[in-house]
Every structure is written in structure tokens, then in C-alpha cells.
């Protein structure tokens, strides 16, 4: 990855980074609602989903064991699964919202871009109300007016799951 080149204008920059933050915030408002299968649809065919675990958050999912590490395959899964009443860790749905702030464009290569961002995850579930906290390190490709993630990497910044020690939602 290469530094974000200087836009030639000031309204490039700020139209690149609000395109960023709407497809960012589209992506929210569909986890939120439990469109999966609509969500899956925001990755290139290899793309991937990374969670490294709370212990290693700079690991390499080559070497490193992740909490989630989904290539496509795994990630249309992970979908009909949770769409699935026999999914009992998340049926009914768990109500969530989300909050994504600081959005940064952070480095080009070619025509894919890296995307940095933060976010708070609030879970109610059976009463109990968890928040998990951390930022984003995405890289997306363009698409049509839009973007599609090639990897979509959710760093926590809990230094423990507590108190189920599992992620059954996607961050």
C-alpha cells in the first residue's frame, strides 16, 4: 500500500471519503436489520472476513489463530447459518447497533483503497446488553458507484470476550 495521493481538490477528497462513509454506514443499517444475505453481497468473490483474536490483534492470518477467518465459502456459511433457527445463539436475533466514526482513507492500491475506521457494536440479547469496541483495517474495491470489501478485518479492542467468549454476531 502506497500513501493516499493529494486529491487534486479539496472536494475529490471530501466526496471520496463520504462515499467511503455511506457505504459504511449502508453496511451498518444492513447488519443491523439481519439482511445478510444482502450484506454478503458487498464482497468481491474473494473476499474475506478477518477477526483476529484479543491477544494478537496485529496477526497474520496466515500463521495466527483469528476468532473468525472466513473466505467466501465459509462466509455464505456463516450466513445461512445465522439466518437459521437453528442457530440458538442468535435466535430470535440479537438487537444491534452500530456506530462507525473516523473514517479515514488511508492508502491506495490502484484502484482499491484502504479504509480505516472505529466502531462500537451494542448486543441485546435475553436482557443482557454487550459492547464490543474496536476499528476497522478494510480494503475495498470499487464497484459500479459503490464499493466492495476484499477484506473486511474487525480488530477488537477488548482484551477479553467476556462473558460468553464468543463472537456470534458479525462485527
Known amino acids: 500500500m502506497v500513501d493516499v495521493p493529494a486529491a487534486s481538490s479539496a472536494t475529490e477528497s471530501m466526496t471520496l471519503c463520504h462515499r467511503v462513509e ?8 444492513l447488519l443491523d436489520s439481519w439482511r ?19 491477544d494478537k490483534p496485529d496477526g497474520d492470518p496466515n500463521r495466527d489463530l483469528f476468532l473468525v477467518q472466513d473466505d467466501r465459502f465459509l462466509l455464505e456459511q456463516r450466513v445461512n447459518s445465522l439466518m ?4 440458538h445463539a442468535e ?9 462507525i466514526s473516523n473514517v479515514r482513507v488511508t492508502g491506495r492500491d490502484g484502484d482499491e483503497l484502504s479504509v480505516a475506521a472505529n466502531f462500537t457494536v451494542h448486543r441485546v440479547r435475553s ?33 477479553a470476550l467476556r462473558p ?8
Open 36 to 54: 445478510l444475505p444482502e450484506w454478503l453481497e458487498l464482497f468481491v468473490p474473494d473476499g474475506r472476513y478477518l477477526v483476529p483474536a484479543t
Open 127 to 159: 436482557g443482557t446488553l454487550d459492547t464490543y469496541v474496536g476499528h476497522y483495517e478494510h480494503v475495498v474495491a470499487p464497484a459500479g458507484d459503490g464499493f466492495l470489501f476484499r477484506i473486511r478485518r474487525c480488530v477488537l479492542d477488548l482484551d
Open 84 to 87: 437459521r433457527r437453528a442457530a
Open 22 to 29: 455511506q457505504f459504511l454506514y449502508h453496511e451498518a443499517a
Open 91 to 99: 435466535y430470535p436475533h440479537s438487537r444491534t447497533r452500530r456506530m
Open 164 to 171: 460468553h467468549g464468543k463472537v456470534s454476531i458479525i462485527l
